[in-house]
């Protein structure tokens, strides 16, 4: 109870900015209550007016109806709408903070999330928050000032029999509670099944050409469907709990109104009260049956916000990455690895009692069996992962000094697996750090990579927009620009992870003789198979089991007859 009171706090305290505009929501709901009391008290006059045959009020009286209804739907509007605006206004202030804490977080959450349900967090949770908050407060506000106005006429008119309602309000009060702990596990697992749904739309998506080629498209539609129907299962839980809640507590007021009109019935009750102040008595007691159903269903609103902002904020309290250092020197290149161990958290060490010393300008190529630890090793020259134990070196600096997005910059990266944004052939080349770069730097970039040719060749040259990942183009293509922007970023550290394993013979021969150039007064590391990419190289560092089996020249090695010669003569088959 006391986290759920510290986050229902620290989720108000995102309203704080709209103060301005919630004074508006409450003098429009505070009309719009103010109208509601005034029926029963209008209701009286006219009783006893018809009574008395006051010919004055009974010719006014349908002026003052429509007068009611005016100031009734102008206060609606003004609660109604600065309500949303508010509502909206929060919904994009906490989407903008998440969407920015995802940037800041380390590579393992996305490691250890779907992105399913990394997503399902930004657009259906963040979404929900305004239940437990704008919307709540705007039902807690309209119908409780509804309730306080009719319950103050009430007790104005007749404190004792009005005092019946009260007694019965403990047992509604436990009702509600009982209510809101179903309600508020039934929505987490509501977001959670939220969440499974999104991820099969993304991978079906992001898969499409697989699922066709494969013929998944009823494995697909079947997981779906079982998703779809866990999450169909909560919701309709969660309506049965709502939907029960409040006719029970509307069946308990209905217990109080009951007696209320019984006693009030009593000739001896009645003998002081006219017809005019009973029948608006007994009009305003009926009244208070629908803001009270409202709070009620409030309820609902506020657990389904609830589970989404512990949701949320979990995500926002995680720890980021870790970004310590404060230098902000220019590297040099030069690349030292002492007794370097990497355990991921379910107990595998991808990389064990590492050393290696990479001069400044030196070309060095990783080799190995899959999984023998050459990727986890670039990933901590980036600070993608963080060494578990044992220190990285450049220029002599511990890598833990240096601020990292410093690092970032000074080092370009040509992975295996090709990113490519929705945005032009131009754009997706000058991307992050290089945007507004010179227009002849990324035609001079393109050209370098052997992708100038075929980019000019498309419908609007550097301005054809590439589409969701870029699969309007080949294999070799996409990574020919993912190479030109390496190329364009000129860091005096270059890692190439199978940067030319999706290119065929003819462009990998002109790619490979636009990083010999490329690779001129910078440190190269290469992680590749094919034999074209790294004979060449300084030195060869062969891996197995995240540490060195053995290093040396393509001619030192294959002299050697070691592991480095088995992989040649299967001709890394086996990778």
Do not use: C
């Not at 305290?13 to 709209?18: A, E, I, Q, R, V």
């Amino acid at each position: 109870m006391k986290r759920d009171l510290k986050v229902y706090l620290r989720l108000l305290g995102y309203l704080k900015p709209f103060w301005g505009i919630a004074i508006l929501v409450f003098i429009g709901f505070t009309i719009s209550a103010a109208t509601e009391v005034s029926i029963a008290k209008l209701l009286e006059k006219i009783i006893n007016a018809i009574q008395h045959r006051d010919q004055g009020f009974t010719s006014i009286f349908p002026f003052l109806v429509v007068l009611l209804m005016f100031f009734r739907g102008v206060g609606s509007f003004i609660g109604g709408y600065y309500t949303a605006v508010i509502s909206r206004n929060l919904v994009f202030n906490i989407r903008q903070e998440v969407f920015a804490k995802l940037l800041r977080l380390p590579s393992q959450y996305y490691l250890d999330n779907t992105s399913g349900h990394i997503t399902a967090k930004i657009m259906y949770n963040v979404e929900q928050l305004t239940a437990a908050s704008s919307e709540s407060l705007k039902t807690i506000v309209q119908q409780g000032l509804i309730t306080l106005g009719l319950f103050g006429y009430l007790l104005y008119n007749n404190w004792r029999l009005t005092l019946v309602i009260l007694i019965f309000a403990p047992l509604m009060g436990l009702l509600v509670r009982q209510a809101s702990k179903r309600m508020r596990k039934l929505s987490l697992q509501v977001q959670d099944t939220m969440g499974d749904v999104n991820h099969v739309v993304q991978e079906t998506v992001n898969g499409n050409l697989i699922v066709k080629g494969f013929g998944g498209q009823t494995y697909e539609h079947a997981r779906f469907r079982e998703n779809s129907l866990e999450n169909l299962k909560r919701g309709l839980k969660m309506v049965v709990v709502q939907q029960l809640n409040s006719p029970i507590v509307q069946f308990i007021m209905s217990i109080a109104m009951g007696i209320i009109i019984w006693i009030a019935l009593r000739p001896e009750i009645l003998r002081d009260t006219n017809a005019g102040e009973f029948v608006a008595y007994i009009t305003a007691a009926g009244m208070l049956s629908k803001p009270i159903k409202a709070l009620t269903d409030v309820n609902e609103k506020l657990q389904r916000g609830m589970a989404a902002a512990h949701s949320v904020f979990e995500l926002l309290d995680l720890p980021e990455e870790k970004n310590t250092g404060t230098l902000t020197v220019a590297l040099q290149g030069n690349i030292q690895f002492q007794n370097v161990n990497l355990i991921y958290p379910d107990g595998q060490q991808a990389i064990r009692d590492f050393n290696l010393h990479v001069k400044a300008g030196e070309t060095v190529a990783l080799v190995g069996r899959s999984g023998a630890g050459k990727t986890s090793l670039v990933n901590l020259l980036v600070r993608f992962q963080d060494a578990t134990s044992g220190h990285i070196y450049l220029d002599q600096h511990d890598i833990q000094d240096l601020e990292i997005n410093t690092l970032r910059t000074q080092v370009a990266m040509v992975n295996q697996q090709v990113v490519l944004f929705n945005r032009t052939v131009r754009e997706n080349i000058a991307y992050g750090q290089l945007e507004g770069a010179p227009e002849a730097d990324i035609i001079a970039a393109a050209k370098a990579a052997y992708a100038h040719e075929f980019i000019m060749a498309l419908p609007q040259g550097y301005d054809t927009p590439l589409g969701a990942q870029g699969l309007n183009l080949s294999g070799g293509q996409r990574q020919r620009i993912a190479i030109a922007r390496a190329i364009l970023k000129n860091a005096p550290i270059l890692i190439l992870d199978e940067a030319t394993s999706a290119l065929d013979n003819e462009s990998e021969y002109f790619i490979q003789q636009a990083f010999d150039a490329a690779m001129q007064n910078r440190t190269t590391i290469v992680i590749a198979h094919r034999l074209s990419t790294i004979e060449n190289a300084d030195r060869i560092v062969v891996m197995d089991k995240g540490t060195i089996v053995e290093q040396g020249t393509h001619a030192q090695l294959i002299a050697q007859h070691g592991a480095y010669y088995q992989l040649h003569q299967r001709n890394f088959e086996e990778n």
